[in-house]
């Protein structure tokens, strides 16, 4: 399974673009990389995914580079709300006995700041 | 909006005695997931469902936890007994199908502290 790599914290200021960057340089080609958030004693939040081409949803907007090997997690305008720990996932092939599950590394701390 | 359902919310045991943690994915959801989030760490999963079948469960410590998912559709964890480093948060999660492009959702979770 792919390794992603992240900073352990980071800040932002309040109205300011966040971006969260992740590597993970052995991605395989049919990997999805999968971005998630947890804030303090909640369940894992879904926030958005891509295989090659950036996306974008109502949350957040997906950079991955063209060789796939990094990419950016970017919140157009944080809000205190958005303090949490976000989780970059290179999400595991599924295969017979084995079936596409999410391994978590530590993530990136986000501190949205006033 | 749907959402994965777990009970309970918190659940505070003595060690040697059985716990059991309930699960009900979002309906229509053939795929779900078992995992356990120590306090600083990211999610492990323990057990992984396809409907009833136990897909993947080389994580569950099978001499004190079992899982099961009897009709496909929700599914409880136990655990029997518990020791004092089960303490953690255990979340549920479930998916359309196994495929990697299918969303993963997760449950509030189900705290436990063993005493």
């Known amino acids: 399974d792919a390794k992603t790599t992240q900073p352990t914290s980071m800040d932002c200021a309040e109205g300011r673009a966040a971006n969260l960057p992740c590597n993970h340089s052995?991605?395989?080609?049919?990997?999805?990389v999968y971005w998630y958030r947890q804030i303090h004693s909640q369940g894992p939040q879904y926030i958005i995914h891509g295989l090659k081409n950036n996306e974008t949803n109502e949350m957040a907007s997906l950079i991955i580079t063209e060789d796939r090997k990094s990419s950016t997690l970017i919140l157009p305008h944080a809000t205190l709300r958005d303090t949490a720990v976000y989780y970059c996932?290179?999400?595991?092939?599924?295969?017979?006995?084995?079936?596409?599950?999410?391994?978590f590394g530590q993530g990136t701390e986000l501190s949205v700041k006033p | 909006e749907a959402e994965v359902a777990q009970s309970p919310r918190y659940k505070i045991t003595e060690k040697s005695q059985a716990v059991a943690f309930w699960c009900d994915p979002i309906?229509?959801?053939?795929?779900l997931y078992w995992y356990r989030q120590i306090l600083g760490q990211g999610p492990e999963l323990l057990v992984q469902f396809q409907d009833e079948s136990v897909v993947d469960d080389s994580q569950l410590p099978k001499d004190r936890f079992s899982a099961e998912r009897l009709k496909g559709v929700d599914s409880t964890l136990k655990i029997q007994p518990a020791e004092l480093g089960d303490s953690a948060m255990y979340l549920c999660?479930?998916?359309?199908?196994?495929?990697?492009?299918?969303?993963?959702?997760f449950g509030e979770g189900s705290w436990l502290t063993v005493v």
């Open positions: 309906s229509g959801h053939a795929t």
């Open positions: 052995t991605i395989s080609g049919n990997e999805y």
């Open positions: 999660a479930s998916s359309f199908g196994q495929v990697e492009g299918n969303t993963i959702y």
């Open positions: 996932i290179v999400r595991a092939r599924s295969s017979y006995n084995q079936g596409g599950k999410l391994i």
